[in-house]
C-alpha cells in the first residue's frame, strides 16, 4: 500500500504541476480554433473548430514574410552559435591557455546581462556600420543571447571527454584540426544539438534585440510583427491567437524531438548532476 502511495505521488505532483504550466497553450489553441465572436464569450470548452482564423492571418497580414525572416536569423545565428561554441570550447578545455577557468566564468557572466543592456551598444555599433534593419546584423545580434552558454556547455563537455580518443587518432597521424573535426565532433553531437536548440529557441523568441535593430516592417520578425497584426486584423483576437499559436509551434517542436539530445548533452556535460 505504502509503495503505491509513493509511486501515484509523483504522477499526481506532475498533473498539479500541467494544469496551470499547459492551460495557457490550451487557451490560445482553442481561441485559434474558435469563431471570432467565441473570443468575446470566454468559455472554459470549444464550443466549435476552424481553420478560417490561421487562413484569414496567411491572407489577410504579413504573417508568412515575417515567418521567413525569423526563420533565416534563427537558423543563421543558431549554426554560427553551433560553429563558435563547438571551437570555443574545444580549445578551452584541450588548449594550453593560461587562467582558462577564469575565461570561461567571464563567458558565463556575460551571459547574465539583460538584454536591453546589449540592444543599446549594438544600435551605436551597427548604425555605424550600416547594418541597422539587417537580418544578418540582427542575426550577429543573436549569437550574443546563447553563445555565452553555448561555450560553458561545450567546455564543460570536453573536459568530460577522455583524452585516449584523441592520443589514437594522433598515434594514426592526424593533425589537431583532423582529429576534432573527425574525433570530437561525432563524438559531441548531442551536446551540439542541445546548443542548437537553446540558441533556435532564444533567436526565434527574441522581442528586445528585434525592436531595437529592425526598422522596416518588411524585415521584423515574427514577435516585433505581432504588433502589426493588431492592426492589420483590426483587433481580431481569434487570428492574433492563431498567430500567438503559430509562433509557438517550433519551441513546442523542437523541444518534442530534441528533449533526448537536450538530456544528453547536459547529462554528458555534467550540468545534470
Avoid at 584523441?166 to 565532433?185: K, N, P
Wanted: hydrophobic share 55%; glycine share 6%; net charge neutral.
Amino acid at each position: 500500500m505504502a509503495s503505491t502511495r509513493r509511486s501515484i505521488l509523483p504522477t499526481v505532483l506532475i498533473g498539479l504541476y500541467l494544469i496551470p504550466a499547459a492551460f495557457p497553450f490550451y487557451w490560445i489553441l482553442k481561441s485559434a480554433l474558435e469563431r471570432p465572436e467565441d473570443v468575446y464569450n470566454p468559455h472554459l470548452l470549444p464550443r466549435g473548430f476552424s481553420l478560417n482564423n490561421f487562413a484569414e492571418l496567411i491572407h489577410s497580414t504579413s504573417f508568412a514574410t515575417n515567418a521567413l525572416n525569423s526563420l533565416q536569423v534563427a537558423l543563421i545565428s543558431s549554426i554560427l552559435v553551433v560553429c563558435c561554441s563547438a571551437l570555443g570550447g574545444y580549445a578551452l578545455a584541450r588548449g594550453n591557455l593560461p587562467h582558462k577557468a577564469l575565461i570561461a566564468k567571464v563567458v558565463l557572466f556575460s551571459y547574465m546581462f539583460p538584454e536591453v543592456l546589449l540592444g543599446i551598444p549594438f544600435f551605436a555599433m551597427f548604425q555605424k556600420m550600416g547594418l541597422i534593419n539587417s537580418l544578418g546584423g540582427l542575426a550577429v545580434a543573436h549569437i550574443t543571447l546563447s553563445l555565452p552558454f553555448g561555450l560553458w556547455l561545450m567546455w564543460q563537455f570536453y573536459q568530460s571527454l577522455p583524452q585516449s580518443y584523441e592520443e589514437a587518432a594522433e598515434i594514426d597521424g592526424a593533425s589537431r584540426f583532423q582529429v576534432f573535426l573527425l574525433v570530437m565532433v561525432p563524438l559531441s553531437l548531442p551536446a551540439l544539438a542541445a546548443v542548437f536548440i537553446f540558441a533556435f529557441a532564444a533567436s526565434w523568441n527574441d522581442y528586445v534585440l528585434g525592436l531595437m535593430l529592425i526598422r522596416d516592417d518588411k524585415n521584423f520578425t515574427l514577435p516585433i510583427a505581432m504588433s502589426l497584426f493588431v492592426q492589420q486584423t483590426e483587433l481580431n483576437w481569434a487570428v492574433i491567437q492563431a498567430a500567438n499559436f503559430l509562433l509557438a509551434v517550433p519551441g513546442l517542436l523542437l523541444v518534442l524531438f530534441g528533449r533526448k539530445y537536450l538530456v544528453r548533452g547536459f547529462q554528458t556535460s555534467g550540468l545534470a548532476n
